[in-house]
């Protein structure tokens, strides 16, 4: 329960999802946790239930697709000592903010440049702007496990759901980015690992539930016939910082049931 016993742990997207699972999964074991969340007030209250239950968490705010934000935030988390141990990047969203029409989810034909570059400054460059400045403070420190959110929309096409060309584009490129950070971060001490995750019962993942074709889909597709759970994420993202996990970088570890099987 102590094996990350102080190691500051950053998780943006903390608030919620995939990031809050995570936040308390490190505190948990150990870890000081900073919440990094765009929903500063949404941060505030995870970080503030954690300390409640006497882990130390705090939150900070940030938007991934901002350098100076992120810059910020980063100077922020790793306080006086200039220290970050471990990064779980969750910080993402699905869709752009007009690709929702009266009958569904817009095909791709309909997405315009706006959502696409939307899904891919979040996303994408998101995932660069954080790495790049938590890799500069990993890399002077001579350590650091980065964990980046993936998935498994960045390795194949989701049978039945249109207009995710945006965020599979995106998700494929954190995992290429995750390989070349870890090439060239290695020597410095400093793993970069994604996990890819499936079809997860988070916020994020429930929305497409609500068009039942695409749900009889997901499940009857995915071999456990079921939604992947929150925790089960943390777990394997709390393995990849481990020093168990010393000697893996650049993988992309996929959790989805069985899905990317087929």
């Keep these: 329960m102590e094996q990350f016993k102080n190691r500051v742990a950053l998780v943006t997207g903390g608030a919620s999802g995939l990031g809050k699972a995570s936040a308390r999964k490190f505190c948990q074991n150990g870890a000081q946790v900073v919440v990094a969340d765009l929903n500063e007030k949404a941060a505030v209250a995870v970080a503030e239930e954690l300390a409640g239950e006497g882990y130390i968490a705090r939150a900070v705010a ?48 309909d997405v315009s440049e706006e959502d696409w570059s939307q899904v891919i400054s979040v996303d994408l460059t998101g995932t660069f702007l954080v790495d790049r400045e938590v890799g500069r403070i990993m890399i002077a420190q001579r350590f650091g496990r ?52 499936g079809y997860m ?47 893996i970088t650049g993988h992309n570890l996929v959790i989805d049931g069985g899905y990317t099987v087929w």
């Design 146 to 197: 980065i964990i980046n959110v993936a998935s498994i929309s960045g390795m194949v096409a989701n049978m039945g759901l249109v207009g995710l060309g945006p965020y599979s584009a995106a998700k494929g490129g954190v995992i290429s980015l995750t390989r070349v950070l870890a090439m060239e971060w290695a020597s410095d001490g400093v793993t970069v690992n994604s996990i890819s995750p």
């Design 62 to 109: 940030v938007d991934v697709s901002s350098s100076e934000s992120v810059g910020q935030a980063v100077k922020v988390a790793a306080g006086p000592g200039r220290r970050i141990d471990i990064l779980v990047h969750c910080a993402g969203i699905a869709r752009g903010s007009g690709q929702m029409g009266p009958d569904g989810w817009l095909p791709m034909q």
């Design 201 to 247: 019962a988070t916020e994020m993942g429930m929305r497409s539930q609500r068009f039942p074709e695409f749900r009889r889909i997901q499940i009857e597709q995915t071999p456990e016939r079921r939604l992947g759970d929150p925790d089960e994420f943390a777990s394997a993202a709390l393995y990849l910082a481990s020093d168990d996990a010393a000697y």
